[in-house]
């Protein structure tokens, strides 16, 4: 009896097994177009994924979400809010088990173009294309980013850039200017930690953070041509010498502006709490974040808060006026039950009354909307970071996302490992390269 | 009435199915009918608990784009680069350590820890010490790990202030930050958590050993290490193998306390088999690896399941 039970136990079970293996699939979708002509159904339950998970950032979309609903009683908006951390992660469970939300946060470069790949992005050409009424109601360049194959796939919320927040007070104290040049802010750290304090905070326990310093260098020392070749698994070879030349570069950075070694025991944000608390005179930071490192309580005033593009190294062959940033936004699922309602709440969240609430304090995230980066509501230094991302010639996408997860990876556990002082910047580039080897094969 | 009933229902069940000299069903048949009861239960085990298993085999087989939906078969390719990828013998290795240490810690301190508190005269005492000692661990692991994620802290954690404190500055560093250290940091953290936990199951096992004995011990001259030796360890025996068991295999499913103070990092050094599963799948995008690694886990918890139950079956403790 006990024999034969075991004996079907294992039966049904392999048979299940076999059967569900046999009809399996991820159910990719087909591509699908947004029909600008598609009347708005307003009813039922809209579900987004937004990156906006911290909690200074969070009530951004709630606000949002009550308001949509207010104006359409028969809709029901449904947030999932993850940090910037923990979205990617978030994304692809949700992508693995088939239930991505309607609405969903996006980078741009290689992540997004996942989405396009497997048909999972609805494109959104014929609504928000540059000649429609509202692609010209956002800043053409960032429509611009979430382009892949001729078509566009994604709404751009905010523009987003690396800069060094500087305290201008403790520069001034030490006789010191912003830096012009890569050697004078190596410089400029000597004195600065000879006064006892730390120049620059740098937590590095992510391990993205050195990643973002080194996109910049790797921006300013290697042709852009050659940058964008290696983003592309099928062509990267990471042999130009501009990479090691970026990385002796960021770790002398490393050595004499920050804690060293000490820095993968730190995170990110202990960094950026150390810099606001006046406790560190620079922090590498994003331009969403500068009214978290000057906020009216915290001990570095808004006065006091300065910035500056990471300066460009001497002799670098790259170019010297790209910036590292890209915009970010949202794609809209091609499996969404009401395509036409997603692209309703996107339109109004990338209003311009709206984005004007995003790009002023507490949120301080510069929007994408023509007009919704208003100079009047923003902090300076915010309206300041955008004038210079407008004149960059070239915006650097973050090593993280704009390569592929593999080598990716790769440049985050080796990079980690260089910041430690366990790999040389040689033996860095040879682990990339075996990971885009790697790649290429598949 | 009532029992006419009964008997002619049992005579049209027995004609329906077949029946045998005597009226009853046969009893193969008998089995096989009185599978029905539980096939509901067996039906929702397969489903939940071994299809998943059987399904991870078949993944761990296949290469797949969960963006694209594509499914290659690659046959035992993901098992042969398991075997050349140096980061699963580093997670390996950790995993192990985390079960040696854990077992020295969670296992035996914790044996002994309760064999002293127990021990202690005042039940008042016992209680208090109980209670002590079992606080951590009721706080959510997530919880712990910032909380020492904080201790370890170079800059403003306390570890390396109360080295500098007392004076013993050559040996402070990044404790998480360090590849040398950072497993070790999460393994003590662990340590801290779990450790009331297993003392309290101990003392539960001691408290049922019969008095009688530890009396009989101290007429014939046995002292309190003799009493410990000869009779608490014996006849606690099978709650020592069930935490040797739960400590293996909860080293080698060890995932949120390492995830939340390292993520497997500096360079992939704190890694253990469920982060890196876990970077594999979501990250990288490698489900078919990642299933890989997971039958590894499910074969290394399995085996030592196993073998420890086999193990204690043999040597039951009853009073």
């Known amino acids: 009896m006990k024999r034969s039970l075991h004996v079907v136990a294992v039966t049904v079970a392999a048979a299940t097994a076999l059967g569900f293996s046999a009809g399996k699939s991820y ?3 087909k591509a699908v177009e947004a029909d600008p002509a598609a009347k708005v159904d307003y009813s039922g339950t809209l579900s987004v994924l937004t990156k906006f998970g911290l909690q200074q950032l969070s009530p951004y979309f709630v606000d949002l979400a009550k308001e949509y609903e207010k104006l359409h009683p028969g809709v029901k908006v449904e947030l999932i809010q993850e940090s910037d951390d923990s979205v990617k992660g978030k994304t692809k469970t949700l992508v693995a088990s088939n239930s991505l939300t309607d609405v969903y946060f996006s980078w741009t470069g290689s992540w997004g173009g996942n989405f396009v790949r497997g048909n999972r992005a609805v494109d959104l050409s014929k609504v928000i294309g540059p000649d429609t009424e509202w692609g010209k109601s956002l800043v053409p360049a960032a429509v611009q980013a979430f382009q892949y194959n001729g078509k566009y796939y994604g709404i751009p919320l905010y523009l987003d850039a690396k800069f060094m927040g500087y305290n201008k007070q403790i520069f001034s104290k030490l006789g010191l200017s912003a830096p012009n040049s890569f050697e004078q802010l190596l410089s400029n750290c000597d004195t600065i930690r000879k006064a006892g304090i730390v120049p620059i905070s740098l937590g590095n326990k992510e391990a993205w953070p050195v990643v973002h310093y080194v996109g910049q260098l790797l921006a300013y020392d290697v042709p852009r041509e050659t940058l964008e070749r290696d983003f592309n698994p099928k062509t990267a070879k990471f042999d130009d010498p501009g990479y090691v030349a970026a990385l002796k570069q960021f770790k002398e950075l490393a050595d004499r502006c920050t804690n060293g070694a000490t820095m ?18 620079m922090y590498y930071q994003e331009i969403i974040e500068f009214d978290q490192s000057a906020a009216p309580d915290s001990a570095l005033k808004q006065a006091d808060f300065g910035f500056f593009v990471l300066p460009v190294p001497e002799g670098a062959k790259g170019d010297a006026k790209a910036v590292e940033g890209a915009p970010e936004g949202y794609m809209i699922n091609t499996a969404s039950k009401n395509i036409p309602l997603a692209i309703d709440f996107m339109k109004f969240v990338t209003s311009k009354e709206h984005g004007q609430v995003l790009s002023a304090p507490p949120y301080g995230q510069p929007s994408a909307t023509v007009g919704g980066a208003s100079e009047k509501s923003m902090s300076p230094a915010v309206v300041e970071g955008l004038q210079v991302l407008k004149s960059a010639s070239y915006l650097m996408p973050w090593l ?42 598949k | 009435m009532a029992v006419t009933g009964v008997n002619s229902g049992a005579v049209s069940y027995g004609a329906a199915t077949g029946q045998g ?12 009918l009185s599978f029905r009861w539980v096939a509901v239960a067996v039906i929702l085990i397969g489903w939940f608990v071994y299809y998943p298993i059987v399904d991870n085999f078949v993944v761990s087989t296949t290469d797949q784009d969960i963006f694209t939906g594509e499914v290659t078969n690659v046959g035992l390719a993901n098992y042969d680069r398991l075997l050349n990828d140096p980061i699963v013998w580093t997670s390996l290795w950790n995993n192990s350590l985390y079960a040696v240490i854990s077992i020295v810690f969670q296992v035996f301190g914790a044996f002994l820890l309760a064999a002293i508190i127990e021990g202690l005269g005042s039940e008042r005492l016992q209680r208090f010490w109980r209670a002590i000692y079992f606080v951590p661990s009721a706080i959510s692991i997530t919880v712990s790990g910032l909380l020492f994620y904080f201790i370890y802290q170079p800059e403003i954690g306390l570890l390396d202030a109360a080295l500098r404190s007392v004076g013993l500055d050559a040996l402070v560093k990044p404790w998480l930050g360090d590849p040398k250290t950072a497993i070790y940091a999460i393994i003590a953290m662990s340590q801290w958590q779990g450790f009331g936990y297993s003392t309290l199951l101990f003392a539960i096992a001691i408290q049922k050993i019969p008095r009688e004995l530890y009396d009989a011990a101290i007429i014939d001259g046995a002292g309190p290490l003799r009493r410990l030796w000869s009779i608490t360890f014996p006849l606690t025996r099978e709650m020592t193998g069930l935490m040797i068991i739960i400590t293996i295999t909860g080293a080698f499913q060890v995932f949120n306390e390492v995830m939340v103070m390292t993520a497997g990092g500096p360079n992939n050094s704190s890694q253990v088999l469920g982060t ?38 043999r040597r039951r403790v009853q009073f």
């Open chain 1, 400 to 441: 993280d996302t704009a390569n592929s997860p593999r080598v990716a990876a790769a440049w985050l556990s080796s990079l980690q490992a260089l910041a430690g002082g366990s790999m040389t910047p040689e033996q860095v580039m040879d682990q990339v390269k075996e990971a885009a080897a790697a790649d290429a094969k």
């Open chain 1, 264 to 281: 993968n025991g730190e995170s990110y944000a202990s960094a950026l709490q150390a810099f606001s608390n006046a406790k560190s005179a």
């Open chain 2, 21 to 32: 000299a005597s009226g009853a069903p046969k009893p193969r048949l008998r089995n096989l």
């Open chain 1, 27 to 29: 159910s990719a979708g």
């Open chain 2, 276 to 313: 890196w599963l876990y970077q594999q799948g979501f990250i990288e995008n490698n489900f078919g690896y990642g299933a890989a690694i997971a039958a590894v886990i499910f074969v290394v918890t399995m085996v030592t399941g196993i073998a420890q139950l086999l193990y204690t079956r």
